[in-house]
């Protein structure tokens, strides 16, 4: 299953519609959580993939849509502190 994490930065041409950014993210089963920021970027992405083969393969799907510009890739060595959030 999957054991690797990543961040992806989502840079696009011009103005890119939260629903386009959504569209985007959604077509990529590796991400699992997509957020519209503030700052350079247009969209962080969190990417869970089973290993380095996987985020490639991914970032080349995500980089090959024309709206997308570039994009800027951490990758999660271990996670420090994760909290559930009540309702």
């Known amino acids: 299953g999957p054991t690797m994490e990543a961040f992806i930065e989502l840079h696009c041409r011009g103005r890119t519609s939260p629903d386009a ?4 993210a959604a077509g990529h089963p590796a991400v699992i959580e997509a957020y519209s920021v503030t700052g350079e970027a247009d969209a962080l992405l969190h ?41």
């Open 21 to 24: 950014l959504r569209a985007i």
């Open 47 to 87: 990417l869970r993939c089973t290993g380095v083969d996987e985020l490639e393969a991914t970032l080349e799907r995500i980089r090959d849509d024309e709206r997308v510009v570039r994009t800027s890739t951490v990758i999660v060595l271990s996670r420090l502190l994760h909290r559930r959030l009540g309702n």
